[in-house]
Nanobody, 122 residues
Framework: QVQLVESGGGSVQAGGSLRLSCAAY??????MGWFRQAPGKEREGVAT????????NYADSVKGRFTISKDNAKNTLYLQMNSLKPEDTAVYYC?????????????????WGQGTQVTVSS
């Protein structure tokens, strides 16, 4: 059974940095991603990583500020978030799918972590 456990959320001032981690248990996959959901908004894709192609994919709103990476030896996914803005405030989720592509659409992912809160103050 797949289990995803996020950590690393917290509160930070605008311009600051945070690093999120997501430990995967029970299975490994070539495709994992980070998603976020702000109050009153739909869940949106932030970044995905495809080990089979060695590729990453980012939402336009985070390009140049966020970096997704994966330590396969630890089966852990990371999201380094720099230059944080108040609009980045949300619950961040990691997700895993078994498939040939790693889209930013949340509907494509079957397995989800419990989420970790990120709050950015101005």
């Amino acid at each position: 059974q797949v289990q995803l456990v996020e950590s690393g959320g917290g509160s930070v001032q605008a311009g600051g940095s945070l690093r999120l981690s997501c430990a995967a248990y029970g299975y490994t996959s070539m495709c994992m991603g980070w998603f976020r959901q702000a109050p009153g908004k739909e869940r949106e894709g932030v970044a995905t990583i495809d080990d089979s192609r060695g590729s990453t994919n980012y939402a336009d709103s985070v390009k140049g500020r966020f970096t997704i990476s994966k330590d396969n030896a630890k089966n852990t996914l990371y999201l380094q978030m720099n230059s944080l803005k108040p609009e980045d405030t949300a619950v961040y989720y990691c997700a895993l799918r078994f498939g040939i592509a790693c889209p930013l659409e949340s509907i494509s992912y079957k397995y989800w972590g419990q989420g970790t809160q990120v709050t950015v103050s101005s």
